[in-house]
């Protein structure tokens, strides 16, 4: 009893020791041999052209608090006096990935300046050659005239794991190498407007001026560059976000070889798969990505994918999202045939699609919504009208009906609007008011069926679900 009793004391005193600095991830030696590589970039432009998030604002133009400005020696005038305008800077990070002097930085930094300047761990100062910038991906290639200079480790993105530690280095609000660590939060995320990069997330603290510095594995090696944070305040608020270092390579490496980047193409809009789409469309799971519309002349086109087929995978990857299918599509060099797996009406089919390059102005015009004129009711309580000549070149549009009225009922309830176009309904095309009242009469109840719509231009595939009378 006596033992017992020693062995459970001596077990209590050993979880009330503090846990030790061995049990926590040393970085000093990290940052030591890492920070030398690190840089601050300012830029100048003319009085006048200051581009967003500069270094007296934050990411989304925010006016940084007052107490910032003594450090950035902010020139100071009396009330009511005009203040000289100077060539703005805009303070961000970057890093030197090869000694002879090509290092990397976010492409927002650089946009729209006029001379470019590079500071140095040892206090150097040096302007830069913008090699290439790519708006797409926020990635832009600098080289410096210098050589024999420190580098940063390349490691792998695709490598790294969610709850990983990881470390940032750069000059948040241009305080030169701070040092900031945390976790991977989450991997292969997709923000608004960011279409082709499947961002890292952590919790590294990090603050306008940090853009464009690198994120470092515990090995030593740089796995993202520190681009967005998600902020109310215009300061860290725990959400950070990276761009892949395999992502940032392979533009830098098309940026220096041939001035440009160039992405695959798929030709599609697509849209969220949810659970009544789900359902609707006989899938197990809400997954994939829904094809909204398919472009005209696109490289899906001419391989014959529809609208209403959901996308599922992608050269043997997954879409689970459908964020996921433009990261899969825009690596895929164009030229290239990849294979494609899609439901179409509730069966699997695999296509063959040459994956073109994508374009520069890939954005659809937004238009404005008809005016309908001939009324029809329905099993919706929706009234429709034809779809004239004029609408349908606006919208670009080859047929459908235009919803004139939306009463109480399954159409409302569904979330149309008055001046949407519908053109397919339950898997069959809408090509006038009659086809419409035909189909909607026939629907099933008491489960959802799909409806493809066109709002201000833009396609889109909605459940629709008639409940037992």
């Known amino acids: 009893m006596r033992a017992m009793t020693q062995l459970i004391f001596a077990c209590i005193a050993i979880l009330a020791l503090p846990v030790s600095a061995a049990d926590l991830p040393d970085f000093k030696s990290l940052v030591k041999e890492s920070s030398p590589a690190v840089v601050n970039i300012s830029t100048e432009q003319k009085a006048g052209s200051q581009s967003e998030g500069g270094p007296f604002t934050g990411p989304g133009g925010e006016e940084i608090p007052e107490i910032f400005r003594h450090f950035f020696r902010m020139p100071e005038f009396n009330q009511g006096e005009r203040p000289r305008r100077k060539a703005p800077q805009s303070l961000g990070s970057g890093f030197i990935i090869s000694d002879d002097g090509y290092l990397l930085t976010n492409h927002h930094v650089i946009a729209d300046a006029d001379k470019v300047l590079v500071r140095l761990a040892d ?88 853009s464009g510095g690198p994120l470092f594995n515990l090995e030593g090696e740089v796995v993202g560059i520190n681009s967005q944070i998600y902020t109310r305040s215009g300061g860290f608020m725990g959400l950070s976000f990276a761009i892949p270092i395999d992502v940032a390579m392979d533009v830098a490496d098309q940026l220096k070889t041939q001035g440009f980047v160039t992405r695959g193409w798929l030709g599609v809009i697509i849209q969220e798969v949810n659970r009544d789409l789900a359902e609707s469309f006989g899938l197990d799971k809400p997954a994939g990505a829904l094809v909204a519309k398919v472009l005209s002349g696109s490289p899906a086109a001419d391989a014959g994918v529809q609208e209403g087929d959901v996308i599922l995978r992608f050269e043997g990857q997954e879409v689970i999202r459908s964020s996921d299918l433009p990261h899969f599509v825009g690596r895929v060099k164009p030229g290239k045939k990849a294979r494609v797996e899609i439901v179409r009406g509730g069966e699997s089919k695999t296509l063959r699609v040459e994956i073109g390059v994508l374009p520069k102005q890939d954005e659809l015009a937004q238009t404005e919504r008809a005016q309908p004129h001939e009324d029809k009711s329905n099993r919706l309580d929706i009234e429709v ?46 090509d006038t008011v009659d086809d419409f009242n035909r189909i909607s009469a026939q629907l099933p109840e008491a489960r959802p069926v799909p409806m493809r719509i066109v709002r201000r231009g833009s396609p889109m595939f909605i459940p629709l679900k008639i409940e037992d009378k």
């Open 385 to 430: 009208t034809a779809l004239d000549a004029k609408r349908k070149e606006k919208w670009q549009v080859s047929s459908g009906v235009v919803v004139h009225r939306v009463m109480p009922g399954p159409g409302a309830d569904a979330g149309l609007m008055v001046g949407d176009v519908i053109t397919m309904l339950n898997g069959e095309q809408v």
């Open 123 to 210: 206090r150097r100062e040096l302007e830069a050659e913008v090699i290439g910038s790519d708006e797409r991906s926020d990635i832009a290639l600098l080289k410096i005239d210098a050589d024999h200079l420190p580098t940063v480790k390349l490691g792998r993105s695709r490598d790294l794991e969610v709850g990983e530690w990881v470390l940032a280095i750069g000059s948040p609000f241009g305080f030169d190498h701070s040092v900031t660590a945390g976790i991977v939060s989450a991997k292969e995320r997709a923000l608004a407007n960011e279409t082709y990069v499947p961002f890292i997330q952590t919790d590294v603290a990090i603050n306008p001026g940090n």
